[in-house]
């Protein structure tokens, strides 16, 4: 028998920390329950497209984001996801909806082409989380030199959303395609977008120059 709504949201709210809700809200997530236990609540689920949508439907920002991993990508309408991106208001959420749903799906395309000149930054900025993922998987349905020019002229004034998934892609771009390398790291050199971002030790900075060179160095073994 399939385990019921109900019976989801009792398991997630007993895992619920307050510590970890106060960490959680810092970053535009209002909960408080430890994402590797969510991780164990959705795989003992298993794949379910129908409990996903009840879930999805709660919500309840845990709730969405087992709905999120153990739905069906490939079953969504591109409608449906546009739709979902648009309700979801916790940052993971929004996160996960992009990269363990968009991005598997087969609407991915119209998805990028059609979020990228959204009037709300949330939407626009995962246009260009799709249009990252592009660059380095699908480079030949994008124009690397139209997309160069595009993040040159925006990417400095941007909304901080749109301009964190702009410096992701112009990253990209620098990373796996050695003969924009040079342009890509120019522009971010002359923009300094995330020059100052504060980055953990042992970690990689944001700001595109280093990342470039960061990747690079380790590609080359």
Not at 155 to 163: F, G, L, N, T
Not at 168 to 180: E, F, N, S, W
Request: glycine content about 4%; hydrophobic content about 45%.
């Amino acid at each position: 028998m399939s385990p019921t709504v109900a019976a989801v949201l009792a398991e997630l709210a007993a895992l619920e920390d307050p510590r970890m809700r106060e960490v959680n809200e810092r970053h535009g997530d209002d909960h408080g329950v430890n994402l590797t236990k969510l991780r164990a609540v959705a795989k003992g689920l298993k794949t379910d497209q129908d409990l996903a949508a009840e879930l999805w439907a709660t919500d309840v920002t845990p709730a969405m984001l087992v709905a999120l991993l153990i739905c069906r990508p490939k079953a969504f309408t591109a409608e449906e996801i546009d739709r979902m991106l648009r309700e979801a208001r916790a940052r993971k959420v929004q996160d996960w909806l992009i990269n363990y749903v968009a991005k598997k799906s087969p609407h991915v395309e119209r998805l990028r082409t059609m979020w990228l000149g959204d009037a709300d930054p949330v939407v626009a900025s995962a246009g260009w989380a799709l249009t990252a993922d592009t660059v380095v998987k699908r480079p030949d349905q994008v124009d690397l030199d139209a997309l160069l020019d595009e993040i040159e002229a925006g990417m400095r004034d941007a909304h901080e959303r749109i301009q964190w998934e702009m410096n992701t892609t112009l990253a990209m771009i620098g990373i796996h395609h050695p003969d924009r390398r040079a342009r890509a790291i120019d522009i971010g050199e002359r923009l300094e977008v995330l020059k100052d971002y504060p980055t953990p030790p042992n970690c990689t900075s944001p700001y595109a120059p280093i990342w470039i060179g960061e990747m690079v160095r380790r590609q080359a073994g």
